[in-house]
Nanobody, 119 residues
């Protein structure tokens, strides 16, 4: 079994910054793609940013230039640095990892962390 634990959410004023972290533990041989998603009240979960094992990144348009995704393969960790935050960034943020555990690759989700951008 694999567990993803997130941290770093909270309340921040518009224009502020937050750093989210997600660490995986358990039966892990290799982690392929990692990503961050978010879900605002009344909306569907949407992709924010993704990163391959080799470090190639992709971002949705609404966060380009403001958010940065990175990973530490040795620590099975993915980070999301969020700068210039806007009220519309308010949502629950979830990390996602595609984990290969000697048998099969599966997608796992973190428990979610609340990010609130408000003055």
């Amino acid at each position: 079994q694999v567990q993803l634990v997130e941290s770093g959410g909270g309340l921040v004023q518009p224009g502020g910054s937050l750093r989210l972290s997600c660490a995986a533990s358990g039966r892990i041989f290799r982690i392929n793609n990692m990503g961050w998603y978010r879900q605002a009240p009344g909306k569907q979960r949407e992709l924010v940013a993704g990163i391959t094992r080799g470090g190639t990144t992709n971002y949705t348009d609404f966060v380009k230039g403001r958010f940065t995704i990175s990973r530490d393969n040795a620590k099975n960790t993915v980070l999301l640095q969020m700068n210039s935050l806007k009220p519309e960034d308010t949502a629950v943020y979830y990390c996602n990892m595609n984990v290969y555990n000697f048998d099969v690759a599966r997608n796992y989700w973190g428990q979610g962390t609340q990010v609130t951008v408000s003055s």
